[in-house]
Every structure is written in C-alpha cells, then in structure tokens.
C-alpha cells in the first residue's frame, strides 16, 4: 500500500472517530441538559403538590401560602426559558422536548389554578396571562407577541404569564382550551379570564390589560 | 439548501484534511525530508529576478541575492526589467558591472517573457526565480540543492514568510504563510504539490527546457508550471528551512485583487488545460486528493458564504421585525445573568469547528519551528481568524470572474 493512501485511511478514520466522539459528547450535553430539565420539572412539582396541600391545610389562613406561590410562579418561569432554549437546540420534534414541554404546561396549569383559588381567598389582584402559540409556522405573529410579554414579565414582575404550545397533545391543556372557548386563531391570549387574539403593536397589546393593571405593579429596576 | 446540511461535509472534509496532513508529517517520507542536511556540492545556479516597476525593492532582493552562501563562481543572477515605468531599470543599471550579475531586458511583456528571457541567458543546471519584492537567507540555497538529488525531482520550492509583517492583514497572511510552509513540507512528501511560488522556486534546467519553458498560464505562470512538471511524472520537492521573505499586501482591497488572481488562476488551469490531472490515479495524491479537495473547497466556500450571509440578513430582518415597538432599553440591555452552562452552546458543528480552528493553529506554529522563522506568533494567530472572513470575498470574486468569463489585469 502507498504512503497517500495508507495515511487517507488513517486520516478517515481519525476524522470518523473524532466526529463519533463530537456526536457522543453534544449528545451527552444534550442528555445532561434534559436530565436538569427533568429534575427541575420533578422538583416544582413536588413544590406544586406541597403548595396544594398547604393551601388545603391552611383553610383557615389560606394566604399564608401566598409566598410559596410567588417563588414558584418565578421558578417556573426560569423553567420555561431553559425549556424554550432547549427545544430551540434540539427541535420542537424531540420527544424528549415534547414529553417535558406536557409536563411544564400542567405544572404551569396547576400554578394558574393555585393562583387563582389564592386570588379568590386572599383578595389579591394578580394579573394573569394565558398565552396560546404555535411553533409549527402557521403563527407569524407568535414570536412577536413572545418577545412582548417577555418585556412585560421583565418590566412588570407580578405579571404572571403562561405560555402553551397550541398543539401539544395533551389531554389538561385540550381541556383548558376548550373550556376557555379558544379558537384556532393564534396568538390568544387569555388576560384575567378575558379571550383575544393576534398581535399588532405592543401599544394595542397593553390596552387589553384590566385599566391600572400594568402601571399599579412596581416596575423592575434595570 | 440550508448552510447546516453544506457545513457538515465540509467541517468533516476539513478535519479529514488536517488529520491527513498530520498523519504525513508523521510518516516516514516527511521524517526523511527534515532529516537532510545542507548540500556540500555546488552545482551551477542562475537566479533570476523578473522586475517590473520594483525600483523600491528589487536592490534589496539583489544583495540579498549577493550575499548567498555560496560559491560566486557558481551563482549567476539575472535582473530582467520588464517593460518598467519607474527607475526599476537604473537600479538594476547599478549592478551591470558586477561579474555575478546580469542585467536584461525582455523584448515581451509578461512576467512569464521575464523568466523565460533569463533561461535563455543561462547554461546553469538549476535556475531559481525570485520575485523582485522578496529576499533570501544566506543558507537558503545550501538547503535547496539537496532536494535535487533524486533525478526526478524537477523542481523545489523554498519557505515563505511575509517581512517585517506590522498591519492587522500582513500579520494575517503571515500566519497563512507559516500555515503554508507546514502543508508545502507535508504535500512534497508525497508529490502533492501544484505551485512553485514566485519566491525562491528552483527548477532543473533541462526539464524547463523539455518542458518548452514558462507560458501566461493564466497569470499563474508557477503555477501552470508546477502543473506542467506533475503532467509529464517528475516531482515537485520542499526546502522547510530555506527561507526566504516576501513583501506582502497591506491592505484588504489589495489582498483580495492578489488573491484573485491566484484562484482565477486555478480556476482556470483546473477547468482549462490540466482538467485530466483532476481524479487521476496517474497523479497519486495530486490527482486523487489534492486537487479536489482544492476546488471542493473553493465551490463549498463560496456556497456557505453565501448561505451563511442570506440566512444571517434574513434572521436580522426576523430580530429587527420581533423588536419593533418594543422598548430599546429592554432590547439593547443585557439579559445576562451570569455564567450559567445549561444556556451554553452545544452543537456538533461548532465542536468539530473548534477542533479544526485548533489544529490549523497547532500547523501555523509547526511551520515557524520547522522553517526556524521568527515570527510573534500571537498576533499572526489573532489576525488568522479574520482569514475566515476575507478568503470568501476572493473566492466569490474569482468564481464570478471565470463564470462570467471576465479577466484581470495585473495592477
């Protein structure tokens, strides 16, 4: 065998090993990345569970819990992030995503639950946005309207916002849309219990918040 | 087509690539090559030094020249003008009376009329060429004639640096050159070679002479000849340690009118004259991997480039589109909040761009030690990474230009 030729097969199979070992590393990265997601989801919903049962405990004092549930909203806020990053690196496709993104939205339809049953016991006026998107390419507005509400979240921190992938498969979400009459045009938003839809200006957007609802919150310091 | 699903096989081919060209600097032909030692024979040698308009260097390149090691009864140097406008033709009038030296004029213009003026000059056994803008090292000669001593090897090429590099693209093409004296040693082990670069080439007198000499070769005449020299089954060799010192572009607008030249001139012999060397076994390594690879990488270049910037535009348009309305000091304020790693980038091909950024920066340094070059290898390493962004513009150029038809002038 000539030198060329015996130092291009060499050469091919550093390069197919070097490549394998890149593929198995990302992959391992990636794993790693979902394994947190995992924990981090597995993690609020027991703190989930536990602020349910302290609610139920503390009947006579609901509000005592209040705080619980102000840590865990911002907690799960930090989930999605890394969530939306994560599908953003692996693709909306991945199993793995789609089986993580089910279970952040019920622990998201849970907090939304436990923050209006708090609302309703303790008087408090928490504004609340439920956010329908579409990653599949019918929605062009969607990530106009996410990047709104991530600078409403940021600029008023007692927003709570709950965004929902429209077509994620999923019996509770299928349940909470059919029960909120949403359509199928996207963006919707649901904000304290009244529906709209599509996204123009942030101006028209900030209108259809309750009067006093956006200004009456301390806006974040930068 | 998406600029991921092109970036891969090029990523892959380039490491397969580098791996190859580390492998062979292993191997035993490249181990060889490092091994020799400088020639005590002295044959004759005629170096020739084609000028047009040089009158600010080509004093320079003459004393260096003057002061080779080596026997001066065996060192001719031939200053040809050709057809200069500035006082190129009264330096060289300077050393008309040196016994070493000859002066002449080409009766064509060209560069390749130039050389072939000061062939016909000379009865000498090797001739070398050096471009009017270079100098040599006084044992850069001593480490050349060894190279010839197998009867096939028709030519040798020498070490390349820029000198003196100070601005931001001298550095960037010094990097290149030491990056290219590395990959010239690896390739000449194995016959790989396609160029004998204007600065410092040494060719076997009687094979340019079967060969019928230098011709236009598209601008490219060291090139068409190297690509000569290979079609008729001689060999192209490397001298890693003879060095010899270039002036270089020193401006961007410069480079790219350099460097399009040099690809137009690939283009032109790959798809011209030289076509059948392309995927020939006949031509070993040049003809299976060499050439390929070479006009691969032109075409993938041009292509991601291409892609990268139609994807990047449309993506800023989409950024630009999102933020509309929205506040800019929420848009332009950091959202950082410190080093988190869940939010650092994984992806396979920016790790197999890293590791091919690593090894051409581990060949940049190997072609400093090997050739013993000074050369401050920080900022040739920090300007290499420009490189990336300025080859495509020749690239684009010259691929438009021989698509197009279109030609160059030289200045």
């Known amino acids: 065998m000539s030198t060329p030729l015996r130092n291009a097969l060499i050469a091919l199979g550093i390069t197919i090993l070097l490549t394998a070992t890149v593929i198995y590393a990302v992959n391992y990265l990636n794993n790693a990345r979902l ?4 924990a981090i989801e597995e993690q609020l919903s027991i703190d989930t569970l536990s602020l349910e049962t302290q609610f139920l405990l503390l009947e006579a004092a609901p509000c ?22 994560t599908e953003s690196q692996l693709g909306t496709d991945n199993p793995q995503v789609v089986y993580l993104k089910k279970k952040y939205s019920l622990l998201e339809i849970r907090d939304y639950l436990v923050t209006k049953k708090l609302a309703a016991a303790c008087g408090t006026k928490p504004v609340t946005v439920l956010y329908f998107y579409s990653n599949s390419g019918e929605c062009t507005d969607c990530d106009k309207a996410g990047y709104a509400l991530s600078y409403l979240r940021n600029t008023y921190p007692k927003l709570r916002v709950y965004s929902f992938d429209y077509n994620l498969d999923l019996g509770a979400l299928k349940t909470l849309i059919a029960v909120d009459k949403i359509k199928g045009n996207l963006p919707a938003f649901i904000i304290n219990g009244k529906y709209s839809h599509g996204f123009t200006t942030l101006a ?5 918040f309750p009067k006093g609802a956006l200004s009456t919150s301390t806006p974040k310091k930068n | 087509m998406s600029a991921d699903a092109l970036a891969y096989p090029f990523i892959f081919i380039a490491i397969f690539f580098e791996s190859f060209v580390l492998v062979t600097l292993l191997s ?7 091994a020799r030692t400088k020639s005590t024979t002295t044959p004759s040698v005629a170096v020739i030094v084609p000028c047009r308009n040089e009158g600010e260097t080509v004093a320079t390149t003459t004393e260096s020249l003057l ?10 140097i031939i200053l040809v003008d050709n057809a200069s406008t500035d006082n190129t033709p009264a330096v060289m009038a300077r050393y008309a009376n040196n016994p070493q030296v000859r002066v002449l004029q080409a009766a064509e213009r060209g560069k390749h009329n130039a050389v072939n003026a000061g062939i016909a000059a000379t009865d000498a056994e090797f001739i070398g060429c050096l471009d009017a803008d270079s100098f040599v090292e006084p044992d850069a000669l001593h480490e050349i004639i060894p190279c010839f001593d197998r009867s096939e090897v028709a030519a040798v090429t020498a070490a390349m640096s820029i000198h003196r590099p100070r601005t931001v693209v001298e550095h960037m093409q010094n990097a290149e050159y030491s990056f290219g004296i590395t990959m010239r040693h690896a390739m000449a082990s194995i016959n790989g070679l396609y160029v004998t670069p204007g600065p410092f080439s040494f060719y076997r007198h009687s094979v340019i002479r079967e060969l019928g000499g230098f011709r236009y070769g598209h601008q490219t005449e060291d090139m068409e000849m190297a690509l000569r020299i290979q079609r008729a089954g001689y060999e192209i060799e490397n001298a890693p340690r003879a060095r010899v010192y270039t002036k270089a572009p020193r401006t961007i607008p410069s480079l790219i009118r350099q460097r399009t030249r040099w690809t137009n001139g690939f283009l032109r012999n790959m798809l011209g004259e030289y076509r059948t060397l392309i995927f020939n076994r006949k031509y070993g390594v040049l003809g299976m991997m060499v050439l390929p690879i070479a006009l691969t990488a032109i075409v993938s270049t041009v292509a991601l480039f291409l892609l990268s910037i139609t994807q990047f535009v449309l993506q800023a348009i989409r ?3 999102i933020r509309l309305g929205i506040p800019l000091s929420y848009t332009l304020a950091p959202h950082y909040a410190g080093f988190d790693w869940f939010y650092f980038p994984v992806d396979t091909f920016i790790f197999l761009g890293f590791i091919t950024l690593v090894v051409s920066v581990g060949l940049i340094a190997y072609g400093r030690h090997l050739s013993k070059t ?3 290898l920080a900022p040739s390493l920090l300007s290499y990474l420009l490189y990336g962004l300025v080859a495509p513009l020749w690239l684009i150029r010259s691929t438009a230009n021989v698509a197009f038809g279109k030609h160059q002038t030289w200045k």
């Open chain 1, 204 to 208: 028209d957007f900030e209108a259809r």
């Open chain 1, 64 to 85: 005592d819990s209040a705080a619980s549930s102000t840590t865990l909203t911002s907690e799960l806020a930090d989930l999605g992030s890394r969530l939306a990053y």
């Open chain 2, 28 to 34: 035993k032909p490249a181990r060889d090559a490092r």
């Open chain 1, 35 to 38: 394994a947190e997601l995992a």
């Open chain 2, 67 to 76: 002061a080779l090691d080596y026997p001066k009864d065996k060192l001719q």
């Open chain 2, 374 to 376: 000074s050369m401050r």
């Open chain 2, 319 to 321: 950024a630009i589109e």
